[in-house]
């Protein structure tokens, strides 16, 4: 199977934890792409376009061996728990346990797809940049800090993908500090761990796992051209074709 996924490793990406815990690893073909650089056309133009598997142009995208294509994290998450030789499943079958580890996935997702939002606005010339959008954004991100903090001073029975979510929304606060340079008019210093000291805890644990050492702060080392990508794509429309 193929994961296409952003190659940048200085955070931490639920569905390569994912992968790993199932022991999928070397299971699957990591196709990187670049979905920024499709959007304004900095040096490739549509050469890292994967529209043709995912009309969204997102990643993460998984495309099965079948041609079979599964995208929306939480969507490719799921399959490859599914798929699990380890035994170890991230999503529990059901019951409070379940509903307690999809409502974190859902609470850390957010989280980094409204810091994502914050990095974008960012990108704005300073003047242009609206102060309401950060004021409506970072209440949402305290709050939901917050409440990671409740939840890890509870603890938990075992690793699940709303701890693998939260690893990805953290590590990406700093990513976004360390590597944007983020110029946050309200927050520009923000400290996730500062009075959390569960949560500081919880991820000083949690980091070590080897499904995150894998990849977090490794370069990624194998082929992140867009004639990769294209080749990986046809031949994911290859296999549609033969399987149809
Ligand atoms: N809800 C989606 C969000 C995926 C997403 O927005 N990915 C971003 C990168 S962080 C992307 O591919 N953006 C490119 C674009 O929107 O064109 C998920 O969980 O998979």
Known sequence: MKLFYSPFHTFIHKVL????????????????????????GEDQGDAYSFAALNPLDKVPTLALDSGQVIYGSQAVAEC???????????????????????????????MFETTVMLVMEGWQPEKEQRIEFFEWIWPKIIRGCDQLEVACKKGFDQFDIGQASMLHAIS????????????????????????????????????????VTSHYNKDFEGDDSAAFLQKNVQEVLAAQEANA
Do not use: C
């Open 17 to 40: 934890v994912t992968a790993h815990e199932a022991g999928l690893w070397d299971d699957i073909t990591f196709v990187p792409a670049y979905p920024f650089k499709n959007r304004d």
């Open 80 to 110: 490859l728990d599914s798929m699990s030789k380890t035994g170890k499943h991230l999503f529990p079958s059901t019951g409070p346990a379940r509903w307690d580890a999809i409502t974190r996935l859902a609470l850390a997702d957010t």
């Open 172 to 211: 990406y606060m700093d990513f976004r500090v360390k590597f944007y340079e983020a110029k946050d008019p309200l927050h520009p210093e923000f400290d996730v761990f500062a009075g959390r000291p569960n949560l500081k805890a919880w991820w000083e644990e949690s980091i070590q796992r080897p499904s």
